[in-house]
């Protein structure tokens, strides 16, 4: 399945590399894909996620201390593509992609079959001046966020510059904040479908069950589900789970 | 424009910039585009200067320290924050906010706080204004630090506790920062350092500078002279020496010498000397250098004393230190606590123990005997009664 203009009903989900365990990172991701999920978004770990909520906070912390760094994640994913095969993005901030060497990162990306990463605290300008060229390079899209706040001339330029997909964020908060879709979400929603952007769109932060998932993907191509998942990861096989979990939702 | 000031970017040399979730951009973008125009407007200085004035009790006096002078065979002179209002420099930036905040109509105030100084700064402006405050505070800093976080709920604040992460300073300022993301229109957020996304590096490094304006004035009128030869503070995120080296960066002749944290030692692993041990990366929003696993995860530094205990320094001092123009030493717990100690029974003066900092490496200087030395005394030692008790056991 592609990420297109065209598609609709495109069910993303989001998950901490490293959490539940070191070694989970592949075996989720295959239930995902088996289970009908529609693209994948590994986050690798930071110690001060500012943009993320507690749930994924926490993710994020033990995933460290089960000793995830980028290094053994891009060991493991030296398999992604003889396991995976829909499109997979690495989330995560900016700081240990600059210590690993950002074209030392789009060269690993690139390597494994990673398609592309979201990178919040990366803004555009800096993107732009600074890192640009080596994605490209590479061929790894950068993925940009866009809020309720952020304005129709910026909406247009994150157009210009995005190669796969924009990232819309359901409301101006945290990850983990649960979406009750209201008039004024679906007034942005339809805001954003009306100006016809050229890149696909799908819909982040507070997506969680079969609702809100239909609302959002009624007015853009997709939607991503975090928090609700990782918080199906802390059960006992949770691996068994994972299809009746997507099913809900799909 | 000087080098060792921001550019138009928001940058300092390689340093700097506005590392920020989409979801703050409008938040930073606003102050990005007003905080020149509201600063410099006359209204703005007028009001300014009347609170530190008749408020914080501004110009602090330079005082020439004479039994330290003899001591070390050269000329020092302190400049007193600590005799401000609240006890130490971090009033003056609490000050030029709350104003800012007021002309941007925000109606409510969020702050970081580690030991507290910045919290009861920002508390005590927020009183004076009438306006609501949330302090965020690591909640083993909430344990430490009883006193201050009694102060700042006397005043009406709300104190948070972050029990996120290391539950200290840069957990406290991760919080403050989802607090922002989370209520990005009536909120603004008063960083207690020269750190943040621009423009908060240069806008507090701005309120700061009174330090040195000051300081020249005043060593004009006590010396004759238009500058001293050496200038000094300590750093924990780098507000105070920003401020106290402000007017003097474009003095090639003047020596700035800024110290950091040592802890138990450089090479302890108990520690906070940033530039010795920090690599560049980015953190709460601005390039810089930091202290950082070979992962680029953050390491948790450790000093005595709370208000040097972070793992990053501001932009510009990260440029200062690079490009030279700047000379960064460090002071352990020790060498600070012996410092501190000295300064009480030679002048009757408790310092803060992150001012202790500053005047301990005047050990390790070697004096000709007639330079002029300005040390910024950041803060008075009250807050840190109980930590000089226990160490030296009066
Ligand atoms: C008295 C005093 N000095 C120095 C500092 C360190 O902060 P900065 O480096 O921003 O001046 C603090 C912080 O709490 C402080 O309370």
């Known amino acids: 399945m592609q990420i297109n203009k065209q598609a609709n009903g495109l069910l993303s989900i989001y998950f901490t590399a490293g959490y539940p365990s070191l070694d989970s990172t592949l075996d989720i991701a295959e239930a995902l894909e088996k289970a009908g999920a529609d693209f994948l978004e590994i986050g690798f770990p930071y110690s001060d996620p500012v ?15 089960n000793g995830m760094t980028l290094n053994i994640l891009f060991e493991q994913l030296k398999d992604l593509r003889i396991r995976v095969s829909i499109p997979v ?139 609700a998942f990782v918080k199906l990861l802390a059960a006992d096989s949770y691996l068994d789970k994972i299809s009746d979990f997507i099913q809900g939702i799909k | 424009m000087s080098k060792y000031q921001v550019n138009q970017k928001g940058y300092y040399g390689p340093f700097g910039g506005a590392y920020i979730p989409e979801m703050l951009y409008p938040n930073v973008e606003e102050l990005q585009q007003q905080y020149l125009s509201i600063i410099e407007d006359p209204s703005f200085k007028e009001e300014f200067e009347q609170l530190l004035r008749d408020y914080v009790g501004r110009p602090s006096p330079l005082y020439p320290a004479k039994r330290l002078s003899e001591k070390y065979g ?4 302190l400049k007193r924050e600590d005799l401000n209002h609240t006890g130490a ?26 030991a507290g100084q910045h919290g009861v700064a920002t508390a005590t402006v927020c009183a004076l204004k009438g306006l609501e405050c949330v302090v965020y505070m690591g909640e083993i800093d909430i344990q430490r630090q009883a006193p201050n976080v ?22 406290a300022t991760n919080e403050a920062l989802r607090d922002w993301i989370n ?14 996304p621009h423009p908060y590096p240069d806008m507090v490094a701005r309120f700061q500078s009174i330090i040195s304006e000051e300081t020249r004035k005043q060593l004009l009128e006590k010396t004759g002279k238009a500058t001293p030869d050496i200038v000094m503070a300590c750093v924990g995120g780098g507000s105070n020496a920003a401020g106290m080296f402000y007017h003097f960066l474009d003095d090639e002749d003047v020596q700035i010498i800024a110290v950091e944290a040592a802890g138990h030692g450089v ?12 690599q560049e990366g980015v953190l709460h929003g601005s390039r810089s250098i930091l202290m950082q696993t070979e992962d680029g995860q953050v390491i948790e530094p450790y000093s005595i004393s709370a208000g040097l ?86």
């Open chain 2, 89 to 114: 420099h971090k009033i003056n930036n609490t000050i030029g906010q709350i104003l800012l905040a007021e002309k941007l109509g925000k109606k409510r105030i969020i702050a970081e706080t580690g």
């Open chain 1, 51 to 65: 943009a993320d909520g507690p749930t994924i906070q926490h993710s994020s912390e033990e995933a460290l201390k």
């Open chain 1, 89 to 227: 993005y690495l989330m995560g901030y900016v700081n240990p992609v600059i210590q690993y060497g950002v074209e030392n990162f789009c060269n690993k990306c690139k390597e494994v079959g990673v398609n592309g990463t979201i990178i919040p605290d990366l803004p555009m300008y800096e993107y732009e001046e600074l890192y640009q060229d080596v994605f490209k390079e590479n061929g790894i899209s950068n993925i940009f966020l866009v809020t309720p706040q952020t304005s129709e001339a910026r909406i247009r330029k994150i157009d210009d510059l995005s190669t796969s997909f924009i990232y819309l964020l359901s409301s101006n908060a945290t990850t983990g904040k649960q979406l009750a879709i209201q008039e004024q979400s679906e007034a942005y929603f339809k805001r954003i479908k009306d100006m016809d952007l050229k890149n696909p769109v799908v819909i982040g932060f507070g997506i969680h069950d079969r609702d809100t998932f239909r609302k959002a993907t009624s007015y853009v191509n997709g939607a991503i589900v975090g928090t």
């Open chain 2, 309 to 394: 205990d972070y793992p990053g320094i501001g932009p510009q001092h990260a440029w200062l230190f690079k490009s030279g123009r700047g000379t960064y030493v460090s002071a352990t717990d020790e060498e600070a606590m012996n410092a501190g100690l000295l300064l009480t029974k030679l002048e009757g003066i408790i310092p803060a123990i992150e001012s202790s900092h500053a005047l301990a490496h005047l050990e390790k200087m070697t004096f000709k005997g007639d330079e002029t030395v300005v040390i910024c005394l950041s803060g008075r030692g009250d807050k840190d009664l109980d930590n000089y008790m226990k160490y030296f056991g009066f």
């Open chain 2, 267 to 278: 090479d302890s692993g108990e520690s906070a000397a940033t530039t010795q041990l920090g």
């Open chain 2, 74 to 77: 050269t000329n020092i002179f």
């Open chain 2, 150 to 171: 009694a102060r700042m709920k006397m005043m009406g604040a709300t104190v948070i506790a972050a029990t996120s992460g290391s539950k200290t300073l840069k957990d």
């Open chain 2, 183 to 196: 209520n990005p229109v009536d909120t603004h957020y008063i960083i207690g350092s020269v750190v943040g």
